[in-house]
């Protein structure tokens, strides 16, 4: 098997354009994931040649392709230089893959050329692995990594998601690769007159994408809880008088949609991260709003998010409260680095002067992501990743081990009508299928939903509106094979992927 050679530069970056605007089509809101195939298939086209020149189209396709997807940065930050440094660092990872691919060509070619039947499917297997790898790497450097615009949640609504309760994105995004390689193989084999090879390639890479369709999974019978989901809305930060408190108002809003359901009788009640920043156990303020409402409802269980602060830090806190008090805290593990607390300061303020505005530095937890309260005669056992944690498999995972219920409360105020809320709504019904729970994503401000275990919507708000609803939700205590197998699957995608480069390293050396 030839690899494909793209040398000149007109077609290089046309290639690097149509795989990052391909790939951006197929995540949220346009969500168009067939083309996701089409994005991985010209970065693979554009896998061979020198290494550097790899790196610098690779880098340029995920540049194209992160700078579409996260809009949100720049609305966020008040910066369009946010947007464009998330780009090109997130970039760098599709850089470091395609020279890694390319390297990785060099060293099998010899033995591949033997082989060309076996050979299409290896190269496309240890390009899939590799692709796994990439990601795992960006989800992990630098500061605790960036998993956002994962290939895998891009196919959430495609046959391959039923495959997550199996190997949740690691196995999704091999398949998917796997899969996209074969298929541009195509035109290789068709180009060297192996019509058998073209039609192998062609055929197994159909009956990858479609077969999951016939994967069944039933979720046990399980009781039903009534659950209240409340997003209050936010108010406009331009039209406040100048002795109102944004942060107060908010946690008001909140409380005022709340009453409105509590004729309803719901077991649970779920307010949103953020929904009161102005620490309710240290705060007379919000306090008063919270325990009037408790005294309403006659201590119906809440779950809500605010903040804690400890000297010039402060921690994102997800708490249960019931007429007890508190009895129960999640502190977020993973603050999100220039967004709730900022590496490098002094030099970051210099050259951004609105990123001032994060005064207070964010600290990590270290408990898993879990809370546990009694509500409705049943013990609720709910993994609770705040907000961009439901990107870091690992974080889901562990709250998702015990758990019979996943509830993603997230604060999307600052990302205006960007992709960002359905981008992490399609997050949300992927770790709802990956971990058999039914999942419920809370919100301030919107996109809020309720998600059943196979990742179907039952209920979802517009953005910015004022909305509460009470449900049936089913608690579902089973584990799936993905939740009790996250540790162990991201060692052994590392082990493999070092095994792939150390046996292409092996057979360069033999060839010098």
């Not at 809305?233 to 408190?245: A, I, R």
């Given at each position: 098997?030839?690899?494909?050679?793209?040398?000149?530069?007109?077609?290089?970056?046309?290639?690097?354009?149509?795989?990052?605007?391909?790939?951006?089509?197929?995540?949220?809101?346009?969500?168009?994931?067939?083309?996701?195939?089409?994005?991985?298939?010209?970065?693979?086209?554009?896998?061979?040649?020198?290494?550097?020149?790899?790196?610098?189209?690779?880098?340029?396709?995920?540049?194209?392709?992160?700078?579409?997807?996260?809009?949100?940065?720049a609305?966020?930050?008040?910066?369009?230089?946010?947007?464009f440094?998330?780009?090109?660092?997130?970039?760098?990872?599709?850089?470091?893959?395609?020279?890694?691919?390319?390297?990785?060509?060099?060293?099998?070619k010899?033995?591949?050329?033997?082989?060309?039947?076996i050979?299409?499917?290896?190269?496309?297997?240890?390009?899939a692995l590799?692709?796994?790898?990439?990601?795992?790497?960006?989800?992990?450097?630098?500061?605790?990594g960036?998993?956002?615009?994962?290939?895998?949640?891009?196919?959430?609504?495609?046959?391959?998601?039923?495959?997550?309760?199996?190997?949740?994105?690691?196995?999704?995004?091999?398949?998917?690769?796997?899969?996209?390689?074969?298929?541009?193989?195509?035109?290789?084999?068709?180009?060297?007159?192996?019509?058998?090879?073209?039609?192998?390639?062609?055929?197994?890479?159909?009956?990858?994408?479609?077969?999951?369709?016939?994967?069944?999974?039933?979720?046990?019978?399980?009781?039903?809880?009534?659950?209240?989901?409340?997003?209050?809305?936010?108010?406009d930060?331009?039209t406040?008088?100048?002795?109102?408190?944004?942060?107060?108002?908010?946690?008001?809003?909140?409380?005022?949609?709340?009453?409105?359901?509590?004729?309803?009788?719901?077991?649970?009640?779920?307010?949103?991260?953020?929904?009161?920043?102005?620490?309710?156990?240290?705060?007379?303020?919000?306090?008063?709003?919270?325990n009037?409402?408790?005294?309403?409802?006659?201590?119906?269980?809440?779950?809500?998010?605010?903040?804690?602060y400890?000297?010039?830090?402060?921690?994102?806190?997800?708490?249960?409260?019931?007429?007890?008090g508190?009895?129960?805290?999640?502190?977020?593990q993973?603050?999100?680095?220039?967004?709730?607390?900022?590496?490098?300061?002094?030099?970051i303020?210099?050259?951004?002067?609105?990123?001032?505005?994060?005064?207070?530095?964010?600290?990590?937890?270290?408990?898993?992501?879990?809370?546990?309260?009694?509500?409705?005669?049943?013990?609720?056992?709910?993994a609770?990743?705040?907000?961009?944690?439901?990107?870091?498999?690992?974080?889901?995972?562990?709250?998702?081990?015990?758990?019979?219920?996943?509830?993603?409360?997230?604060?999307?105020?600052?990302?205006?009508?960007?992709?960002?809320?359905?981008?992490?709504?399609?997050?949300?019904?992927?770790?709802?299928?990956?971990h058999?729970?039914?999942?419920?994503?809370?919100?301030?401000s919107?996109?809020?939903?309720?998600?059943?275990?196979?990742?179907?919507?039952r209920?979802?708000?517009?953005?910015?509106?004022?909305?509460?609803?009470?449900?049936?939700?089913?608690?579902?205590?089973?584990q799936?094979?993905?939740?009790?197998?996250?540790?162990?699957?991201?060692?052994?995608?590392?082990?493999?992927?070092?095994?792939?480069?150390a046996?292409?390293?092996?057979?360069?050396?033999?060839?010098?």
């Amino acid at each position: 098997m030839n690899f494909p050679r793209v040398s000149s530069w007109a077609p290089s970056a046309l290639l690097s354009v149509i795989a990052g605007v391909a790939l951006y089509c197929a995540a949220q809101p346009l969500n168009w994931w067939p083309l996701a195939f089409v994005g991985v298939a010209s970065l693979w086209f554009l896998s061979n040649g020198g290494l550097l020149s790899r790196f610098c189209w690779g880098t340029f396709a995920g540049f194209v392709y992160f700078y579409l997807l996260c809009d949100w940065a720049a609305l966020a930050a008040r910066t369009e230089l946010a947007r464009f440094a998330l780009a090109l660092s997130q970039g760098c990872f599709v850089g470091i893959l395609l020279m890694t691919w390319a390297y990785v060509h060099r060293g099998y070619k010899t033995v591949l050329a033997q082989r060309p039947l076996i050979s299409l499917y290896l190269v496309a297997a240890i390009d899939a692995l590799l692709w796994v790898v990439a990601e795992q790497c960006r989800a992990t450097v630098p500061f605790g990594g960036m998993p956002w615009g994962s290939l895998g949640f891009s196919l959430v609504d495609s046959p391959l998601v039923n495959l997550s309760p199996w190997g949740s994105v690691q196995l999704v995004e091999f398949i998917a690769v796997f899969s996209s390689i074969l298929a541009a193989s195509v035109l290789c084999s068709l180009r060297e007159r192996a019509l058998f090879s073209a039609i192998a390639g062609l055929s197994t890479s159909l009956v990858l994408i479609i077969a999951p369709s016939f994967i069944g999974f039933s979720v046990p019978g399980s009781a039903s809880i009534r659950i209240g989901v409340v997003q209050g809305n936010v108010p406009d930060e331009d039209t406040l008088k100048p002795d109102e408190s944004r942060a107060l108002i908010v946690t008001q809003n909140h409380a005022q949609a709340t009453r409105k359901i509590l004729a309803q009788h719901p077991d649970l009640i779920l307010w949103p991260e953020s929904a009161s920043d102005r620490d309710i156990r240290q705060d007379q303020e919000a306090n008063n709003i919270l325990n009037s409402l408790m005294k309403e409802s006659r201590g119906v269980p809440l779950m809500l998010g605010t903040q804690q602060y400890a000297g010039n830090t402060r921690t994102n806190d997800y708490i249960a409260v019931t007429g007890d008090g508190v009895v129960g805290t999640y502190s977020k593990q993973h603050p999100v680095p220039f967004g709730e607390y900022l590496p490098f300061r002094s030099f970051i303020e210099r050259i951004v002067p609105e990123a001032k505005k994060i005064s207070v530095d964010m600290i990590p937890g270290d408990s898993r992501a879990q809370l546990s309260v009694t509500a409705g005669g049943h013990n609720i056992v709910a993994a609770v990743p705040i907000c961009f944690e439901i990107a870091y498999s690992q974080i889901v995972a562990d709250g998702a081990d015990g758990a019979n219920l996943l509830v993603v409360p997230t604060n999307n105020a600052s990302f205006g009508r960007s992709g960002e809320p359905l981008q992490q709504l399609a997050m949300t019904r992927f770790r709802a299928i990956e971990h058999g729970k039914s999942a419920i994503q809370v919100s301030t401000s919107g996109t809020s939903a309720v998600v059943s275990a196979r990742g179907v919507v039952r209920y979802q708000t517009d953005l910015f509106e004022q909305s509460a609803v009470v449900l049936d939700v089913p608690l579902i205590s089973s584990q799936t094979f993905a939740t009790k197998t996250a540790n162990v699957r991201q060692y052994l995608c590392f082990a493999l992927g070092i095994l792939c480069l150390a046996g292409a390293t092996y057979r360069l050396v033999r060839q010098r």
